[in-house]
């Protein structure tokens, strides 16, 4: 079974703060994502990675960076914390190709204060 | 711009039939995806159309027509434990990225 771990569930930081956000999967999927889930937003894409060292900015990069130093760990960085950064962080990992769907974690709810 | 429309809410019936429709415009199109996300966990993977068709999965179905941006996720027999939101997704490059509607919650009642 394809697992993807996230480091918290919750996570509740202080305006300014740096705040860590991992990723964990043990599949050997080369491509991983890092999405942020709002009402009536649907979930929407940070950042990805398809490689090793490898990042591209996806939708709403902005207040974020992420680092990916071996395959199988995707880190988020909030380097400084804002309210509006409220949100479910979701990751995702799958194997390159077309058809391929994505496997989710079970999410990281970060509250701002 | 991308746009993926899907309803917000949909309540139906245990035992019945509901229909999920999903039009999208996308840059791109390399495929269709349909997750189903219950209350407080992870999305889980339910479908996938790159071609034009019906594919069926038990009680779960997909449809797509490229033509006309458009797709359907048909649940039957719907029993409580499918209460939750219905994701749909496509995929608008050649690598892995998607873009995602906003959800349909969908209602299961007795």
């Known amino acids: 079974d394809v697992k993807v771990t996230q480091s918290s569930r919750y996570l509740v930081k202080r305006t300014g703060e740096k705040v860590f956000l991992e990723c964990v999967q043990d599949?050997?999927?080369?491509?991983m994502f890092w999405y942020r889930q709002d009402p009536g937003l649907g979930l929407r894409l940070i950042y990805f990675?398809?490689?090793?060292?490898?990042?591209e900015k996806g939708d709403i990069p902005e207040g974020y960076s992420v680092s990916r130093e071996k395959k199988e760990r995707f880190s988020l960085i909030l380097e400084s914390a804002s309210t509006n950064q409220t949100s479910m962080y979701l990751c995702?990992?799958?194997?390159?190709?077309?058809?391929?769907?994505?496997?989710f974690g079970p999410g990281t709810r970060l509250t701002v204060l | 711009g991308q746009n993926i429309d899907q309803p917000t809410e949909m309540t139906a019936t245990e035992g019945a039939i509901v229909q999920i429709n999903c039009t999208y415009q996308?840059?791109?199109?390399?495929?269709l995806f349909w997750y189903q996300q219950h209350a407080g966990e992870a999305p889980t993977f339910l479908s996938y159309?790159?071609?034009?068709g019906l594919e069926e999965k038990g009680r779960f179905s997909s449809f797509l027509s490229r033509s006309k941006g458009y797709s359907y996720l048909l649940l039957k027999e719907l029993q409580m434990k499918d209460s939750a939101s219905y994701l749909c997704?496509?995929?608008?490059?050649?690598?892995?990225?998607?873009?995602f509607g906003a959800g349909t919650q969908v209602v299961v009642t007795p």
């Open positions: 997704a496509v995929r608008d490059d050649s690598w892995g990225k998607l873009q």
């Open positions: 995702a990992s799958s194997f390159g190709g077309q058809t391929n769907e994505q496997f």
């Open positions: 599949m050997d999927h080369e491509n």
């Open positions: 990675s398809y490689d090793v060292k490898m990042k």
């Open positions: 159309n790159v071609l034009d």
């Open positions: 996308t840059s791109g199109f390399n495929g």
